[in-house]
């Protein structure tokens, strides 16, 4: 498998392809590792493979081969300073650095990718000074006495979210490595959909929902002129084709991108020429728009401990007013608690940006959607 995996990483649909065949048959893919991985992928074990570098787009092979030669000369890399004034920046581009980070190449060295991005500039800066000190016939003396890089600090700002994390793997190989972007909309879609899709069957002329994430868009041009859409819809269960006729085409193409999670209800039925599973979609709904249509009602859990979070609350909500959902305070003292429904003024349409700017003001145990 690594020998095949290794003669098509140029072509990351098939790469993609055969992760998934090492998933069937129990096989690990270890994540991509500027330390520890080849340009290659490579057999560990009988049940373990090393992701190629090599599988990495926009990570040329000789900027590659340039960087594991550095470290077959030298040794591991100690963090994201030494690898930059160890390689040639001419081959070795922001544009190579940026491919490792989000591939997750470097999360080795002990912090996370979006430190490592914001400290890009720094490093290169801090690897150019390094190289002109060298021609000049300057050294470090610190450097000198302790045979080591001396520390310099990662710019500091926030994580990544998982959304973000994950798209930049995918950017970069094609597939979603260290999780998929469902995961974080699965306890809320427990109250929206009825099967995940694996477990979607065919019910007779029955109308079923389900939710995934579009995995591939492929655009027809009817007889009459009109155009259809087929998506394919992952929800790391399955993958399912659905067929969107020209009448719904047009209602619903602004959802149609690529990486997109969308709600559809349809029927399910046999594709008579693949012999799988098909959904004929009749209504799609994008996540913002089903919490319209479903949710009770936001929660945010407020203590009177912390009488500025009161004032933090109302600062986000007010750039998000002017929806349908209610928003409810879940407000707990020592001695009692209740739940305060807030007026209509403060109504708010609960998009993934509103929640996200919640759990970051609070925590995400504080702020839930409700469903009935």
């Known amino acids: 498998m690594a020998a095949v995996l290794s003669a098509d990483m140029d072509h990351t649909d098939k790469v993609v392809h055969f992760v998934e065949d090492c998933d069937v048959l129990g096989l690990k893919i270890a994540p991509p590792d500027i330390n520890h991985s080849d340009y ?6 009988e049940k373990n493979l090393a992701y190629g570098l090599g599988a990495i787009k926009g990570a040329g092979q000789a900027a590659l081969d340039l ?39 470097f999360d080795g060295f002990g912090t996370h990718r979006a430190s490592l991005m914001a400290s ?24 000198v006495l302790t045979d080591t890089t001396p520390a310099i600090d990662y710019v500091k700002v926030p994580l990544w979210n998982d959304y973000e994390r994950l798209l930049g793997e995918k950017e970069t190989l094609g597939l979603y490595l260290s999780g998929h972007p469902i995961q974080r909309y699965l306890n809320e879609l427990n109250h929206i959909i009825q099967y995940r899709l694996a ?35 992952d929800d790391n269960s399955a993958q399912i084709d659905v067929v969107i006729f020209p009448e719904n085409y047009q ?15 349809g029927e399910i039925g046999i594709d008579e020429f693949s012999n799988q599973y098909r959904l ?19 929660k945010v859990c407020l203590s ?10 109302a600062f986000v909500l007010e750039k998000h007013k002017g929806g349908q959902c209610p928003v409810i305070i ?12 807030l007026g209509k003024e403060w109504l708010v349409a609960p998009t993934d940006q509103l929640l996200q700017s919640l759990r970051e003001t609070f925590t995400d145990d504080d702020v839930m959607m409700v469903y009935s």
């Open 40 to 45: 290659f992928f490579k057999a560990l074990d």
């Open 67 to 105: 960087i594991i030669a550095a470290r077959n000369k030298d040794g591991v890399f100690k963090n994201l300073f030494d690898f930059c004034q160890r390689v040639d920046s001419r081959k070795v581009n922001r544009r190579v650095i940026e491919a490792c980070i989000k591939a997750g190449a």
């Open 120 to 143: 890009i500039d720094l490093a290169l800066q801090n690897a150019d000074q390094h190289s002109r000190n060298q021609s000049a016939g300057q050294q470090d003396l610190f450097a």
């Open 199 to 233: 477990d979607a069957r065919p019910e007779g002329n029955k109308s079923v929902t389900v939710a995934g994430i579009i995995a591939s868009i492929r655009l027809i041009q009817t007889k009459r002129g009109d155009r259809m859409a087929v998506i394919g819809l």
């Open 251 to 265: 209602k619903y193409r602004e959802l149609l991108i690529k990486d997109n999670l969308v709600i559809v209800s």
């Open 280 to 298: 004929l979609s009749r209504e799609m709904f994008s996540m913002n728009q089903a919490r319209e249509r479903h949710a009770k009602y936001l």
């Open 304 to 313: 009177p401990e912390k009488q500025e979070d009161f004032n933090k609350l």
């Open 330 to 341: 879940d407000y707990a003292s020592k001695n009692a608690k209740a739940q305060l429904q």
